[in-house]
């Protein structure tokens, strides 16, 4: 799971250059919220609330981006944007509330009738499916196509990438082998999902998780008919269960979707369907795609990545009705492997972190608009139980700037005082992360610490930062990264980075090496509470666990800078999706 988790990772692309002409010349930071420029209903006009609200049909909403899916098909996606694009062609039992901002976090009923039944202390759950539920062909959806779609993430041999969630937690010892090995004449043999008939499915989990309606809630849980599954060629051309069906896709060039004839409003109380077709066109120049954009040939940003360097300059200028800058949910960090001397040391990590100039480091990322508001801890603000004031190494302090004083009081308690040399791991493809190290590098050499700088490929991150003994070897003691919540809780989001069992020898996540049987022990209590608001009282105690570890250094709490047409209505970036803005509610004015 984590090898592929990062693909799901987005960053801005920035640098401090770029951010110091924006700061001087567009007023980045600056200026009064609520002022309108250019054609749209203003800035900020879709966060935590909805701009341009509509019922009106019809039209042609247009998408551009300049990255494809790691997979259209739903059971291997894994790129955010992925699946919340998803949302016009697949549907799940449990999803998001269409709403803007923290609401969007609620679960809410998708093709089941209600949430879950849920019994035997957490550990059964039962659904009834709606009536009306069709295929795109009129053939009704039944709960065999949901544990058949279900079933396919087993099948990692043929459709590896997507998240495992389901299968850790309703098969952890691996029993089953997936449905191209099924001995089942139907191909449903999981014993932990029952469909005693075509309107009703139960999951039986051999322990609670309270967190398992989340999971339901991803595309990995949307069915597929099996007549129509395709196995590892099934990305090309997904069969609809939602309001869109596929007419034709071309790989890294475009897509179109049109209305499916049998899917009815009356089975689906999430999506609007307001556009009659829905297209995608897909290029390599990320200054290219913005320019389509403030010219009004595009609508939306697929990847959601932010306006780049170029473009945010006149859009902030010239454009500002149409932009936001919501929170995306991801902390940009540096995290500290144990493994690597003198980091084993916790005041050595102490004096890197007091040591930092963290404004320097917000200004590198991108300001408070592109890059983020400074972080205070390892949990995000979208987070159930994060709490942004809890700031245990005084991050807000001095503005911003580092704690001289206490960086040298840990070197000397460290056994180095005149400071020591360690190595930053950076990727080479993100010029953003290229200039958060030298920001890092240059606040360390103020108090002794010479931190040279080593750029890796960035498309071999499993094997190089994401392999202990690399670290280890390269002398990598801090690593540059970032990460995002696959659902919003301390599980979707902590865990693989944090837990003992995420230390893996390839494909690492777990950066630090952190293997606390007391912070472990968190994440087991608090999957087992089924009421949202205590387990979000767990994990806000597991992250002061982590933060005392001293093994993060957080950068920012993320924001971005993302464009939206004058054409668009009903835009409101959702906290579910990571700040983007919900796909599945959007209209055009035709």
């Known amino acids: 799971m984590t ?23 567009a007023g980045c930071g600056g200026g009064d919220d609520k002022e309108k420029k250019g054609s749209g209903p203003g800035y900020n006009a879709a966060v935590g609330k909805i701009a341009n609200p509509s019922e009106k049909k019809g039209g042609t909403l247009k998408f551009i981006g300049t990255q494809d899916a790691d997979s259209w098909d739903p059971q291997r996606g894994y790129y955010g944007f992925v699946w919340d694009y998803a949302r016009f062609y697949t549907r799940q039992l449990i999803t998001y509330k269409p709403a803007p901002g923290e609401g969007s976090q609620e679960l809410v009923p998708d093709m089941a009738t209600a949430t879950a039944k849920i019994s035997e202390g957490g550990k059964r759950y039962e659904y009834t499916l709606r009536d009306g539920l069709k295929w795109q062909d009129g053939k009704p959806i039944t709960s065999k196509d949901i544990k058949y779609g279900i079933e396919r993430i087993w099948a990692q041999d043929v459709l590896s990438g997507g998240p495992i969630y389901l299968k850790e937690v309703l098969d952890p010892k691996g029993e089953y082998k997936g449905p191209y090995k099924d001995k089942d004449p139907e191909k449903l043999g999981l014993k932990a999902i029952e469909t005693p008939n075509d309107k009703t ?184 139980g994060s709490d942004p004031k809890y700031d245990p190494y005084g991050a807000l302090e001095n503005n911003g700037g580092p704690d001289t004083a206490k960086a040298k009081e840990a070197l000397k308690k460290c056994g180095k005082p005149n400071g020591f040399e360690t190595t930053i791991a950076v990727r080479n493809n993100k010029p953003v992360e290229v200039a958060t190290a030298e920001s890092l590098q240059a606040s360390l050499s103020k108090i002794g610490i010479k931190a040279n700088i080593a750029p890796y490929d960035g498309s071999q991150t499993p094997g190089i930062i994401g392999n202990p003994k690399v670290v280890k070897s390269k002398n990598y003691g801090i690593i540059i990264m970032g990460w995002g919540p696959d659902f919003p809780t301390g599980q979707g989001f902590s865990m693989p980075l944090v837990h003992s069992k995420y230390i893996l020898n390839n494909g690492n996540n777990n950066y630090s090496m952190l293997n606390d049987p007391k912070i472990d022990a968190k994440f087991t209590e608090a999957e087992a509470e089924l009421d949202e608001n205590k387990a979000a009282e767990i994990y806000t105690e597991m992250n002061k666990m982590v933060s005392e570890k001293a093994v993060y250094l957080p950068f920012v709490f993320e924001k971005n800078i993302i464009w939206r047409s004058s054409r668009l209505t009903n835009v409101y970036t959702a906290h579910a999706y990571n700040g983007r803005y919900d796909y599945s509610a959007l209209g055009v004015v035709k």
């Open 3 to 25: 090898t592929h988790r990062t693909s799901k990772r987005r960053l801005a692309i920035g640098s401090a250059v770029a951010v110091a002409a924006l700061l001087t010349t």
């Open 201 to 384: 499915i139960v999951f039986k989990l051999p322990k609670p998780n309270g967190d398992f309606e989340q999971m339901l809630a991803m595309p990995a849980a949307s069915p597929v008919p099996k007549d129509k599954d395709t196995g590892s060629r099934y990305g090309q051309k997904p069969f609809s269960s939602g309001p869109y069906q596929w007419v034709s896709y071309e790989s890294n060039k475009s897509m179109v979707l049109t209305r499916n004839p049998h899917w009815k409003k009356s089975s689906d109380p999430v999506r609007k369907a307001l556009p009659d077709k829905v297209t995608l066109t897909l290029i390599t120049n990320s200054d290219e795609m913005d320019k389509r954009l403030i010219k009004g040939n595009y609508d939306v940003d697929l990847n959601a990545t932010g306006v780049g360097q170029a473009g945010r300059v006149e859009a902030l200028r010239k454009h500002k009705g149409n932009i936001d800058n919501p929170l995306t949910g991801f902390i940009r960090y540096a995290v500290f492997p144990q493994t690597v001397e003198p980091f084993n040391n916790i005041e050595c990590r102490k004096a890197v972190i007091y040591g930092a100039d963290k404004k320097s480091l917000q200004t590198a990322r991108g300001g408070p608009q592109g890059g983020g508001d400074i972080a205070t801890n390892m949990l995000p603000p979208v987070v159930k």
